[in-house]
């Protein structure tokens, strides 16, 4: 029997939901590409539910508990008190979410010697030190294209939300104004603008597609190019390097995953190529940013905005400076984890424990590294490494 550790978000500071704003979801029929939803046996929880928050367990605890296994759910993970830290010296499995991620450093790893597998419920397993894992035979996985639309959608909502100054614009009415001509003097129209993503993966592309209809000229850079008749259909450009392409665009969105070869990728020399007055948009991974380097751009105007849900650590301290710089649209990092998203990855999550558990290969697209290499998405995506470094700096949000 199997002691999984599960490390969620807390719940709502008004307690668990009672009820929800929707009574149901939109039924989707599969992904974009073809890849099948989630397909566990069976699922026990209600489609819709805050199941990525303590309470909802992701729906785990009859499954796991009527076969035998332990579960043991928390938010506390950052730190040597932490309860995180007290339960992996014998955890088989450890769960978290990339909006909430339990750092698995090097030394942490070292101390879990029974672990076996690291599951991250939805997308992005740089939280996890991959060098360390490969080096200890222990199998990562994460549920691939379960909220790629969710942070697609995001990503759409925030390139708006900059361009138009919506968020500023919203605050005068909030506060009672009707200051039209502070609102519009940062205001402006996508249309016609140039906007190019960083990776043109499940996300990435399904950016651009969700773009097109607004009249803007699309371009992206990514080490595997898309097939010729994707870029004929949506009139893409394609750059072979990313400085190639910071240096036509209006705007910019990172949709690439996070590990030693993308770590600070956007830094002051890389702004620099960058056109004055462009936007950034990063719902990837906080670290892929130099944090000193945004905050500085944004001060001189070299970049007219930058909105995001990621940050480095996470989550960040009170008094990290992306909360205060100026022209920002920061949310905490929640752009894969609508109840619509928890929906897939609490029944992507439990398909893997199935397979884990029951002896089955687990989907070559849900692998990040398994058998000592990176493997199935993992190879394609990741360069082997370790992007945990400065994690421990999470403690310090509650320290705070």
Avoid at 245 to 262: I, S
Avoid at 270 to 292: E, I, M, S, W
Wanted: aromatic share 8%; with cysteine.
């Amino acid at each position: 029997m199997a002691k999984v550790v599960c490390v969620l978000y807390d719940d709502p500071v008004d307690g668990y939901p009672k009820s929800y704003a929707r009574d149901d979801l939109p039924k989707i029929e599969g992904y974009a590409d073809g890849q099948t939803l989630p397909t566990p046996k069976a699922i026990d929880f209600r489609p819709g539910a805050l199941l990525g928050s303590v309470s909802g367990e992701l729906g785990l605890r009859k499954y796991l508990e009527s076969n035998g296994h332990t579960l043991v759910v928390t938010s506390s993970k950052d730190g040597p008190d932490s309860v995180l830290e007290r339960e992996l010296v014998d955890a088989d499995v450890i769960i978290s979410q990339p909006f909430w991620p339990a750092y698995l450093t090097a030394e942490r790893i070292a101390k879990a010697k029974n672990l076996k597998l690291a599951l991250t419920a939805g997308i992005g397993s740089d939280h996890v030190d991959l060098q360390a894992a490969i080096d200890r035979g222990i199998t990562v996985a994460e549920v691939t294209y379960c909220n790629s639309i969710s942070v697609a959608e995001h990503v759409v909502m925030m390139i708006l939300g900059l361009v138009r100054n919506y968020i500023p614009s919203n605050q005068w009415a909030t506060k009672g104004g009707w200051n039209i001509a502070d609102c519009v003097t940062r205001s402006y129209d996508v249309e016609g603008m140039h906007v190019g993503t960083v990776a043109a993966g499940r996300i990435g592309l399904a950016v651009l597609r969700r773009l097109k209809p607004f009249g803007m000229h699309l371009h992206y850079t990514d080490r595997h190019r898309l097939p010729e008749s994707v870029e004929k259909e949506l009139d893409l450009t394609w750059h072979p390097t990313r400085e190639d392409m910071y240096k036509v665009c209006d705007v910019v969105t990172l949709n690439c995953p996070l590990h030693p070869e993308t770590e600070h990728m956007i830094n002051d020399e890389t702004l620099k190529l960058f056109k004055r007055g462009a936007y950034l948009v990063n719902t990837a991974r906080g670290k892929l940013c130099d944090r000193d380097a945004i905050v500085r751009a944004l001060e001189s105007g070299q970049l007219a905005g930058y909105a995001g849900d990621v940050w480095f650590p996470q989550p960040a301290p009170k008094d990290h400076p992306w909360r205060t710089m100026p022209h920002h649209g920061m949310t905490p990092h929640i752009s894969g984890t609508s109840l619509s998203a928890q929906t897939r990855y609490a029944a992507g999550t439990r398909e893997i424990l199935e397979c884990f558990f029951e002896g089955r290969p687990i989907r070559n697209e849900y692998l990040i590294v398994d058998g000592g290499k990176l493997a199935g998405v993992g190879a394609h995506s990741y360069s082997a490494g370790n992007a945990t470094k400065g994690s421990e700096e999470a403690a310090r949000f509650k320290a705070n």
